[in-house]
């Protein structure tokens, strides 16, 4: 299935997943939001966010038709999300990111209406009660999604690692290994956060994502944001503009950690 739009049945983008998945238009928390800064709380009860990635854990790199996605090893936990609003620990799972056509948008979130070029996507299940990430995608603690801005600037030679595997998984359904990426070189140094419950961003959006999205941006360089846009949809459209926009929030506070 081709979520964006991409697809010969003409209506396949956002506006349309309402007819198979309701809770698109029916849900209490629905993501991406638009976070308006002056609206949200801080909390000082929030713990800091700790995140403990082992490169030995990364498997594979993939197009999945909708984006790109690298996929970790969680049979144990290695790769572990802690502290922020949750209790217990959540396990990596996958990484992937949605970005625009120009590089005047592309994020899901929003800063007081404000798009960045990309948002990166840290994926992580609750391993310590539920048995895998199905189980926990269907419960309203299950997930714990990190986003991470990416704003044009200098290159950054962290993402050009990812981007110079992009060769090998530029059609849709490709798959290649990925060996020893530490996801912690895509982080920005500051890991000050907003934190509210919602939902995943693509189909089945499921409502059992506690989102953590972070401050502050890394960067990405417009060349950079080409090498992405030289990845394929189906029926080989370049991949583009793999975002939702911002759902309404049906009554939600936004907290901040800052
Ligand atoms: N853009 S996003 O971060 O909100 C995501 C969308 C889909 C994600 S998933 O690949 O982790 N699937 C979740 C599921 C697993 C099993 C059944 S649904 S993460
Ligand atoms: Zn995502």
New binding site residues.
């Given amino acids: 299935t081709s979520y964006w739009g991409q697809g010969v049945i003409p209506l396949t983008g956002p506006s349309s997943w309402h007819q198979s998945f309701p809770v698109a238009k029916d849900g209490s928390r629905q993501?991406p939001v638009d976070i308006r800064n002056e609206e949200t709380e801080r909390d000082p009860t929030l713990q800091p966010l700790v995140l403990k990635y082992d490169p030995r854990s990364s498997k594979t790199i993939a197009n999945n038709g909708h984006s790109i996605q690298v996929d970790f090893d969680d049979t144990t936990d290695q790769s572990v999300l802690k502290g922020g609003p949750v209790t217990g620990s959540y396990r990596l799972?996958?990484f992937?990111f949605?970005w625009g056509s120009c590089d005047g948008r592309g994020s899901?979130h929003l800063v007081d209406g404000a798009s960045f070029a990309a948002e990166l996507?840290l994926?992580h299940w609750n391993s310590e009660k539920y048995a895998d990430?199905?189980n926990a995608?269907i419960e309203p603690d299950g997930?714990a999604?990190v986003g991470v801005f990416l704003k044009i600037g200098a290159a950054n030679p962290a993402l050009q690692k990812l981007l110079d595997a992009f060769d090998s998984v530029q059609k849709e359904n490709t798959k290649a290994d990925f060996k020893n990426f530490d996801p912690s070189t895509l982080l920005p140094p500051c890991l000050d956060f907003w934190t509210y419950l919602g939902?995943?961003?693509?189909p089945?959006l499921?409502e059992s994502?506690i989102w953590h999205v972070l401050k502050e941006p890394i960067t990405v360089s417009s060349g950079q944001m080409e090498q992405f846009r030289s990845l394929k949809f189906t029926a080989n459209k370049p991949m583009q503009d793999n975002f939702r926009p911002p759902q309404p929030l049906k009554g939600r506070k936004v907290r901040r950690n800052f």
């Fill in positions: 993501s799972r996958q992937h949605h899901e996507h994926v990430v199905a995608a997930l999604v939902s995943l961003t693509t089945p499921l994502v």
